[in-house]
């Protein structure tokens, strides 16, 4: 009997699964394996919303596991250790992962690789990093370009979707299993039901919900800016673990577009959710060719950019005080659900680096402490556009207003008043401004600023003057080196 191991990492799901797929099909027995990683439990980049939500999809990945007369095996320590305590305990000859493009997950595998037979399928991506080349074989830099190739490369094998197996056999004897320690404690439970039927239920409504009303899918770009509608499909921390294939979700999202029923507008809506998808494989090519975007910045230009770093500037940024309603309500949407709306994140990445004038990578390290979807290659991509020091970045000059940001986003306030209740009261005319009512006006909304709410713990005009000239010295100072 041939024994194989399907090492699971960011791929916690039965449907879809390129590297359970090879392994079922390369042998007899298929053992499931888990390997809780110290390195990365305790990594001060995760966090514990994180682990909660990661522990409820494993636990729902042993339920499905059972049901297909498996189990899924637990094991805790280094990787590659205990990989090949597995590998002896169970006499197998192969070792079946989802290839993954992380500094540290590269290296793991180069080690796991020189001890064991290991197959490295695709799965993490939809294209992988060394497919969309430009024509000379070097990466792209620049997304527009890069999503024209990616389109014209797109093969069958992309299209494809693996159903999930009826059985994965299991060998005579199974190795032994932890049990699944107890998930941390969180003030608030998860705002997203964690697993696969979870997010295969979540992928349907998203993109053809039959109740009355138009799929969100096909009304995605007039819908995705406003963080008050649930424009969007809230799938990222489901795509992060792979509890919902990459592949499936726009697979899914391609087959209606190419519904003939459908109208332009409609199909333009749904073509920028699958742009969504391509910016997360673009974001994996950056760091898979980039790897210095890791520690800093991928443009050199802002090497020498003075940050103020205050740290009590910076506490109230992350506990959602610095007086600016919009920055306030996302950052406090991030600290209780774990999860923020992507308008959200710009706003509020953009008031941390170009208003306060703090190194990104202390809003990168808050954010990945917090986020469910917390994933290394998106968090950088996201946090280099903010700050414009990536690849087709927004020019440093162009800095977020924060109260154009909210009046044109969130124009009634209805998020700001969810998510900071002493505004509750705060009428239309002054919810993006507050600290411009009149005394009056404050007693009847009972929301003294200054004492119920902060005034602003920065005048953005003068920020962005400040920031301009920052920028500006660094440029000049790298110039001269
Ligand atoms: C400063 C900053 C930090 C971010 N950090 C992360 C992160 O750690 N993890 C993460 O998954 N996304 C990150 N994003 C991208 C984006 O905000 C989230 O993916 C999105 O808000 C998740 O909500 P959703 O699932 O409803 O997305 P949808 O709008 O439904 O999009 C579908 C999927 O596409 C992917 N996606 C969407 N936008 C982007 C993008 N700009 N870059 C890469 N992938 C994208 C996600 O997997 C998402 O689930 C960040 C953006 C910014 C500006």
């Given at each position: 009997m041939k024994t194989v191991i399907w090492w699971i990492r960011r791929d916690l799901r039965l449907t879809d699964n390129q590297a359970l797929h090879a392994a079922l099909q390369a042998a007899d027995a298929v053992v499931p394996l888990f390997i809780l990683d110290d390195n990365i439990l305790n990594s001060a980049y995760v966090g514990d919303k994180q682990v909660a939500f990661m522990f409820a999809g494993l636990q729902t990945l042993a339920e499905d596991l059972e049901k297909l007369g498996s189990a899924l095996i637990l094991r805790r320590g280094d990787p590659p250790v205990e990989l090949m305590k597995v590998v002896a305990e169970t006499g197998a000859s192969a070792v079946y992962a989802e290839r993954a493009n992380s500094p540290y997950a590269k290296t793991r595998d180069e080690a796991v690789a020189a001890m064991v037979d290991l197959h490295l399928t695709a799965g993490v991506s939809i294209q992988a990093p060394w497919e969309v080349l430009k024509k000379d074989n070097t990466p792209y830099t620049v997304f527009t370009p890069y999503k024209k190739r990616w389109y014209a490369l797109l093969k069958p094998e992309h299209r494809a979707v693996l159903p999930a197996p009826d059985r994965v056999p299991a060998p005579a004897e199974m190795p032994e299993s932890l049990m699944l320690p107890s998930a941390p404690e969180l003030a608030q439970p998860l705002r997203y039901v964690a697993g696969e039927a979870a997010a295969q239920a979540m992928l349907r409504d998203f993109v053809s919900r039959t109740t009355q009303g138009v799929p969100a899918l096909v009304q995605y770009d007039d819908q995705r800016d406003f963080p008050s509608i649930d424009g969007t499909s809230s799938l990222s921390g489901h795509l992060r673990f792979g509890m919902l294939s990459v592949r499936q979700a726009a697979n899914a999202a391609l087959d209606i577009i190419q519904q003939p029923q459908l109208s332009k507008v409609q199909r333009d809506n749904a073509s920028v959710w699958v742009s969504e998808l391509i910016w997360r494989d673009f974001y994996m090519s950056i760091l898979h060719h980039f790897p210095h975007v890791y520690a800093g910045n991928f443009r050199a230009d802002y090497d020498k950019i003075d940050w103020r770093n205050d740290e009590a500037e910076y506490q109230a940024w992350c506990e959602g005080r610095t007086g600016y309603p919009i920055v306030d309500?996302?950052?406090?949407?991030?600290?209780?659900?774990?999860?923020?709306?992507?308008?959200?994140?710009?706003?509020?990445?953009?008031?941390?680096?170009?208003?306060?004038?703090?190194?990104?990578?202390?809003?990168?390290?808050?954010?990945?402490?917090?986020?469910?979807?917390?994933?290394p290659a998106a968090n950088n991509g996201g946090w280099q556009w903010a700050a414009g020091t990536g690849t087709d970045a927004a020019p440093y000059f162009r800095i977020f207003n924060p109260m154009s940001q909210s009046k044109k986003f969130d124009a009634n306030g209805d998020y700001i008043r969810q998510y900071v209740p002493e505004l509750a009261k705060v009428p239309k005319k002054y919810i993006h401004a507050p600290w411009e009512m009149p005394p009056l006006e404050q007693t009847l909304a009972?929301?003294?600023?200054?004492?119920?709410?902060?005034?602003?713990?920065?005048?953005?005009?003068?920020?962005?003057?400040?920031?301009?000239?920052?920028?500006?010295?660094?440029?000049?100072?790298?110039k001269a080196n």
């Open positions: 309500a996302a950052m406090r949407q991030l600290v209780q659900t774990g999860w923020m709306h992507n308008r959200a994140r710009m706003i509020v990445a953009s008031f941390l680096v170009k208003d306060l004038l703090i190194d990104w990578r202390w809003g990168e390290k808050f954010f990945m402490q917090h986020l469910i979807d917390g994933d009972k929301c003294q600023i200054g004492q119920d709410y902060p005034k602003p713990i920065v005048d953005h005009k003068m920020a962005r003057e400040r920031t301009l000239a920052a920028y500006k010295a660094s440029k000049e100072a790298m």
